[in-house]
């Protein structure tokens, strides 16, 4: 009997359908396991709430807000809540199979889960930015805990959100949980090099990508989209290998110094100002012009569908390293193909901070931390390990290194599936 499509996604699909574009991609090598690849395109559990708060002025507005959990057969749910105002169910349900395969394809004991609220946090005051998030957290709280389902930063969060959500539930359940988020402030609970986690995972992978084909990272160039936290961090890790930073792109424009960038310096620069437009150690750059660099790295480090078909052609990098979740379009990935563009796919690229927020979690559990020097090397060993089995399994099917990866996740999660069998 066919299994009835879902239906709650409306005629646009949105990422979610990438996700599945890509689940398909994956099916003809997953051999035995084929059978069972319909479970990745159905999340466990959507939770849909209403977010009602108190605003500085004595008003009540209502944001929605999202919490799912995609796949829990490999463990508790794991990933990252957002705010943003374009946040949408589709989005959320593709971040978090995202979160599902990037676990599994990192070995971590993880699920995928992800969460958001569609709201502009520019637009709250901190007072406002609390209280929406406390009101989040107890919406979601009937899915949350250590060994259920553990948030982390993303989009327009950070260390400040997960405190606030450490606190409400631990208030909720009368103790103190500090394993019910990771990403959190280092006083309570948080681990040493989690904050760049993520962007140093990006140099990792990259750099283990530019070893197989015989590039040098000292020297080349670097081309970055996007330089908040992930952004940032790569940038800084490629700097401090000799690679020059030549253009980065943001929401509020691009720049562009053939000569490079001090990537601290522009930090500080985006601290004060709020983006790199007017950076005065560069040029201004027209937004579309930042795609046709000649480099080679091209670091998309913003949000999702970011290269498609439109612009894909115009890349003339050697690598593209996904900092962003979702940043190429499947109709892209086949022209980057084409032309020779070796992608290294967010799935593996990104997964250095839920790897440091795995770290974390074990930490809380045992109450026992890591130096980060340990935690760095750590993150390194994982994530060398898990790009050469995705680079073997590549090799040995003549396949892309992002469907390699799926087919490496999607056996494990199927396979778990598999031995736990159906209940009842």
Not at 255 to 260: D, F, Q
């Given at each position: 009997m066919k299994s009835e499509p879902l239906s709650y996604l409306g005629k646009d699909g949105g990422p979610w359908e990438i996700f599945t574009e890509q689940v398909d991609r994956v099916i003809p090598y997953l051999g035995r396991l084929a059978p069972l690849a319909e479970s990745l395109k159905r999340p466990k559990r959507i939770l849909i709430v209403d977010v009602p708060i108190h605003l500085d002025d004595g008003t009540v507005a209502h944001f929605e807000g999202y919490r799912v959990h995609h796949n829990t057969a490999r463990g508790p749910a794991k990933g990252g809540v957002r705010y943003h105002p374009e946040v949408t169910l589709s989005e959320v349900m593709a971040l978090a199979a995202w979160m599902t395969i990037k676990n599994a394809a990192v070995g971590l004991p993880y699920g995928g889960g992800k969460g958001g609220i569609r709201v502009d946090p520019k637009k709250l005051s901190s007072h406002e930015l609390?209280?929406?998030?406390?009101r989040y957290t107890s919406e979601i709280g009937i899915l949350l805990g250590p060994d259920r389902d553990i948030p982390a930063p993303d989009v327009n969060t950070g260390e400040r959100e997960m405190a606030w959500m450490m606190d409400t539930f631990s208030m909720n359940v009368g103790r103190t949980v500090p394993g019910v988020v990771t990403g959190k402030p280092i006083a309570l609970g948080g681990s040493l090099g989690r904050r760049d986690a993520t962007g140093r995972g990006v140099f990792v992978t990259a750099a283990a990508a530019a070893a197989k084909i015989g590039l040098p990272v000292e020297g080349s160039r670097?081309?970055?989209?996007?330089?908040?936290?992930?952004?940032?961090?790569?940038?800084?890790?490629?700097?401090?290998?000799?690679?020059?930073?030549?253009?980065?792109?943001?929401?509020?424009?691009?720049?562009?110094?053939?000569?490079?960038?001090?990537?601290?310096?522009?930090?500080?620069?985006?601290?004060?100002?709020?983006?790199?437009r007017g950076y005065p150690k560069a040029e201004p750059l027209p937004n579309a012009e930042f795609w046709a660099l000649p480099t080679e790295f091209l670091i998309p480090a913003a949000l999702e569908k970011q290269i498609t078909e439109h612009n894909a052609w115009r890349i003339q990098a050697r690598i593209v390293a996904e900092g962003a979740n979702g940043p190429t379009t499947p109709a892209a990935d086949d022209i980057l193909q084409e032309k020779g563009v070796l992608v290294v796919p967010d799935v593996i690229a990104n997964a250095g901070g839920v790897t440091v927020s795995y770290f974390e979690w074990v930490q809380d559990f045992n109450s026992y931390f890591w130096t980060e020097e340990e935690i760095n090397a750590r993150l390194e060993r994982v994530l060398r390990n898990a790009f050469e089995a995705v680079w073997q399994v590549a090799e040995e099917k003549k396949i892309s290194l992002r469907t390699a990866a799926y087919v490496?996740?999607?056996?494990?999660?199927?396979?778990?599936?598999?031995?736990?069998?159906?209940?009842p």
């Open positions: 609390e209280r929406l998030t406390c670097v081309i970055l989209q996007g330089f908040g936290n992930v952004g940032s961090a790569a940038a800084r890790a490629f700097h401090d290998h000799g690679a020059r930073v030549i253009a980065v792109q943001d929401h509020t424009g691009t720049i562009y110094n053939e000569a490079g960038m001090d990537p601290y310096d522009l930090a500080r620069y985006v601290a004060e100002m709020g983006g790199v490496v996740a999607a056996t494990r999660v199927l396979e778990a599936r598999a031995l736990r069998g159906l209940y």
